[in-house]
């Protein structure tokens, strides 16, 4: 993938198939150029043997396809820039997955559009609650879809309305930031 945020929307694909009714996305960059990327989920959750075999390309649990490429991608794409990947997961309790990344290196893929992939995995998935928190040495973005629906009330969170509202929400969050976008 190209960008850190294309892989962003795929692994919390996964979450949300796996029945993750609150999906946590944190973004951490230090002064030193270190990225941390956290997606920590409510789902299904996975057995040791599944935990184990996540990062081969030629394991899946879907049906559709015979490869799953999303987390041996990100953990390769961490591993490249000299930095790590984890992931720990509990049947029935969920599934946290941490990438760290040198921003440094020049194999670090770039962060990307965060405003698009969140505002894709809103509408997406409406009933889902988000959590986003992606701060760095110049500031930071949050925002929580759950907060959103105190306000909001019976108004779903796919209205075109909601979604253009998130889009210029996070991208004035991002224009102040100094960071991705």
């Given at each position: 993938?190209?960008?850190?945020?294309?892989?962003?929307?795929?692994?919390?694909?996964?979450?949300?198939?796996?029945?993750?009714?609150?999906?946590?996305?944190?973004?951490?960059?230090?002064?030193?150029?270190?990225?941390?990327?956290?997606?920590?989920?409510d789902?299904?959750?996975?057995?040791?043997?599944?935990?184990?075999?996540?990062?081969?390309?030629?394991?899946?649990?879907?049906?559709?396809?015979e490869?799953?490429?999303?987390?041996?991608?990100?953990?390769?794409?961490?591993?490249?820039?000299g930095?790590?990947?984890?992931?720990?997961?509990?049947?029935?309790?969920?599934?946290?997955?941490?990438?760290?990344?040198?921003?440094?290196?020049i194999?670090?893929?770039?962060?990307?559009?965060?405003?698009?992939?969140?505002?894709?995995?809103?509408?997406?998935?409406?009933?889902?609650?988000?959590?986003?928190?992606?701060?760095?040495?110049?500031?930071?973005?949050?925002?929580?879809?759950?907060?959103?629906?105190?306000?909001?009330?019976?108004?779903?969170?796919?209205?075109?309305?909601?979604?253009?509202?998130?889009?210029?929400?996070?991208?004035?969050?991002?224009?102040?930031?100094?960071?991705?976008?």
């Amino acid at each position: 993938m190209k960008e850190l945020s294309l892989n962003i929307l795929d692994i919390v694909q996964n979450s949300i198939s796996a029945g993750a009714k609150n999906i946590a996305i944190t973004l951490s960059e230090d002064h030193k150029g270190i990225l941390t990327l956290t997606v920590a989920d409510d789902g299904r959750g996975m057995d040791a043997d599944e935990v184990s075999n996540v990062t081969n390309p030629f394991y899946t649990t879907r049906t559709t396809r015979e490869v799953g490429l999303g987390i041996p991608l990100i953990k390769l794409a961490a591993e490249q820039t000299g930095g790590t990947f984890d992931i720990k997961s509990a049947i029935g309790k969920g599934t946290t997955l941490t990438a760290i990344f040198d921003t440094k290196h020049i194999d670090c893929l770039p962060v990307g559009d965060i405003t698009a992939t969140m505002t894709t995995l809103i509408m997406g998935a409406p009933d889902v609650d988000f959590t986003l928190s992606h701060t760095a040495p110049g500031g930071n973005v949050s925002l929580s879809t759950r907060m959103m629906r105190d306000v909001l009330g019976d108004i779903s969170l796919a209205d075109v309305e909601v979604i253009q509202w998130v889009r210029e929400y996070l991208t004035e969050q991002y224009h102040n930031f100094g960071g991705a976008k």
